[in-house]
């Protein structure tokens, strides 16, 4: 199982980093992983007094991903979700990327971004983070 899933990332990640050197700008230096926390879970369908029943299940979540230096930015992420015993795992793999104006900028707080993630659950979700190490692999 845990081969499976790890292949299923490799192939993912492969799709998604197809597009980044699309998305690399004048001034940018180099690639990071961020880091990155839940900040909120909203069910497509929250329930309802009086029993309503949705036809849709899934979730939005929200991410809060932490960057390094003022001017970086996200410059892609990709996702993976699995569902064991009412408990979801979202893994999540966050590339950004730090500039030349990074350098000289100074900060009043820690700069971050948001991101939104759809999963297929209602259930409560738990943030597994991956770790890019510039080499091409994936760090659990």
């Known amino acids: 199982m845990k081969t499976t899933i790890i292949a299923l990332v490799l192939i993912l990640s492969q799709t998604a980093f197809a597009g980044i050197s699309s998305n690399l700008q004048n001034g940018d230096m180099n690639v990071y992983s961020a880091q990155a926390k839940i900040i909120s879970v ?9 029993g309503m029943h949705c036809q849709a299940v899934g979730s939005t979540v929200t ?14 992420y990709f996702s993976t979700f699995t569902e064991n015993h009412g408990t979801g795992e979202l893994s999540l793999g966050v590339l950004a990327v730090a500039t030349k104006q990074s350098t000289a900028a100074r900060c009043f707080a820690a700069p971050t971004q948001t991101i939104t993630v759809s999963i297929p659950s209602n259930d409560k979700v738990e943030l597994k983070s991956m770790n890019f190490n510039g080499q091409g692999d994936l760090q659990f």
């Not at 909203?42 to 009086?50: A, L, M, R, V």
């Not at 991410?63 to 001017?71: E, S, Y």
């Open 42 to 50: 909203n069910p497509y369908c929250p329930s309802t007094p009086g």
């Open 63 to 76: 991410i809060l991903v932490r960057l390094k230096g003022c001017a970086d930015r996200v410059l892609s």
